[in-house]
């Protein structure tokens, strides 16, 4: 008999229909150029290099005109649902893979779009990790460095320093079965910034798989230079 886990598939969900303002890119940040290509269509490279992907769907905003163009040949469904938050484009997305025929045990790999450094080896590592794991888990990296939080009345003063021991740092792709995160972002609504948090809420205590730093979300403007001499020595 083929057991539950060794049936189920994975799938790539990324959201991609944010504006990415605090990049400043003057558009949304996805589509800016890093090494002579989009950000986005960096990160659908490395996707396709992750073999055991069965497929990949991207979400986009209703008035996306872009996608296309950026994109260039990589095999990917495409959805034009985008929601207000990720947390609403995500969950948006999901409907889109049901509607494909993704079933609610298969694995969906949630991926930011502006993640675009994420290396098939490190997705590889997580698929691994927890495609026998009954929650399902996330890239993350433990915190090096001393934590401050800013007080409440002046942001650039320290209020004081957390303890960092046994904190981490939450990356993409966070890898859980379809049905459990349509039920976790449905119950958590709009304000979680990643999949892992909804479905902590629903009491579960997603796998932590070691990343890397290389894996970070181009978020701003300084970003987009650092992944340029990345990728360049990379080629
Ligand atoms: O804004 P943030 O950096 O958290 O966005 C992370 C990812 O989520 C990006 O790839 C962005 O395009 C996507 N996103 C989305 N829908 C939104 C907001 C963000 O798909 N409403």
Redesign the pocket.
């Known amino acids: 008999m083929v057991s539950r886990s060794s049936a189920a598939r994975c799938y790539a969900l990324?959201?991609?229909?944010?504006?990415?303002?605090?990049?400043g890119a003057g558009g949304?940040?996805?589509y800016r150029a890093v090494g002579g290509r989009s950000v986005?269509w960096h990160?659908l490279a490395a996707l396709s290099g992750v073999s055991r992907l069965a497929g990949t769907l991207v979400?986009?905003?209703a008035a996306d005109g872009e996608f296309e163009r950026h994109a260039g040949e990589a095999a990917c469904w495409t959805a034009r649902v985008?929601?207000?938050?990720?947390?609403?484009?995500?969950a948006n997305?999901l409907a889109a893979l049901r509607e494909r025929g993704v079933r609610d045990d298969d694995w969906v790999l949630v991926?930011?779009?502006?993640?675009c450094l994420v290396l098939p080896s490190d997705i590889e590592r997580l698929i691994e990790a927890c495609e026998h794991d009954a929650v399902g888990g996330l890239l993350a990296l433990p915190v090096a460095d001393t934590l401050k939080r800013g007080s409440p009345g002046d942001a650039e003063r320290v209020a004081l320093t957390l303890d960092r021991r046994s904190l981490w740092q939450a990356q993409?792709p966070q890898m859980f079965r379809l049905g459990l995160l349509g039920e976790a972002l449905a119950r958590a609504g709009d304000a979680v910034?990643d999949e892992a948090s909804a479905v902590e809420l629903l009491g579960h205590s997603p796998r932590l798989v070691r990343g890397s730093l290389e894996n970070f979300?181009?978020?701003w403007p300084a970003d987009f230079a650092l992944a340029e001499r990345l990728l360049r020595t990379r080629a």
Do not use: F, I, M, W
Not at 14 to 23: F, K, L, N, S, Y
Not at 83 to 89: D, F, V, Y
Not at 111 to 115: F, G, P, Q
């Open positions: 990324v959201p991609c229909a944010g504006a990415g303002e605090r990049a949304p940040k996805q986005v990160t979400v986009l905003s985008g929601g207000a938050t990720r947390a609403a484009s995500v997305g991926h930011d779009a502006a993640r993409t910034t979300k181009l978020t």
